[in-house]
T-cell receptor, first 114, second 115 residues
């Protein structure tokens, strides 16, 4: 079955620097890759997603890149701010598959140092 | 839009007791999901429903767990009898459709502690 690996498990960066979180997936049929952010004590929330027909997507300070050949995708956060501190989860699924299969990464705890 | 509403927010119970968690999905969403989150196992999908029908319950850990969705606006997750290892945060989420690319909207979760 599908497997999603996420690295690193913890990432500490200085405020203002960039942060990169990487995920790899095993099922080449996967074509939808969302990223969720979970602040401490709160619920996961979708922050950005990408489909396999594009290689990169940006939304202000966050961007996601996808390498289908290598089967990995990454989350990039630029000019990090204290409010970016959270756990970030990547996931992969097959768009249009009626048998829902969203496979989650284990999460990355991002710490922004002041 | 009030979002996905879960109750209670916190539940503390003794081992052996029955626990019922409740969820009201976003109106118009056709799919509902129950997740469990722990430090050790991360986010685990327990069961999901499409149009009130259970589609995949392979994530339900044991027969002690059961879930129902009697109508489009309400679902329950029941644990009977509860055990200390069931302690976790239980999230309910809904999405517009059961398709793999439909974003999930999570509730605020129920933190369950079984002593």
């Amino acid at each position: 079955g599908e497997n999603v690996e996420q690295h690193p498990s913890t990432l500490s960066v200085q405020e203002g620097d960039s942060a990169v979180i990487k995920c790899t997936y095993s099922d080449s049929a996967s074509n939808y890759f969302p990223w969720y952010k979970q602040e401490l004590g709160k619920r996961p929330q979708l922050i950005i997603d990408i489909r396999s027909n594009v290689g990169e997507k940006k939304d202000q300070r966050i961007a996601v890149t996808l390498n289908k050949t290598a089967k990995h995708f990454s989350l990039h956060i630029t000019e990090t701010q204290p409010e970016d501190s959270a756990v970030y989860f990547c996931a992969a699924s097959i768009q249009g598959d009626s048998n829902y299969q969203l496979i989650w990464g284990a999460g990355t705890k991002l710490i922004i140092k002041p | 839009d009030a979002g996905v509403i879960q109750s209670p927010r916190h539940e503390v119970t003794e081992m052996g007791q029955e626990v019922t968690l409740r969820c009201k999905p976003i109106s118009g969403h056709n799919s509902l999901f129950w997740y469990r989150q722990t430090m050790m196992r991360g986010l685990e999908l327990l069961i999901y429903f499409n149009n009130n029908v259970p589609i995949d319950d392979s994530g339900m850990p044991e027969d002690r767990f059961s879930a129902k969705m009697p109508n489009a606006s309400f679902s329950t997750l029941k644990i009977q009898p509860s055990e200390p290892r069931d302690s976790a945060v239980y999230f309910c989420a809904s999405s517009l459709s059961g398709q793999g690319d439909s974003p999930l909207h999570f509730g605020n979760g129920t933190r369950l502690t079984v002593t």
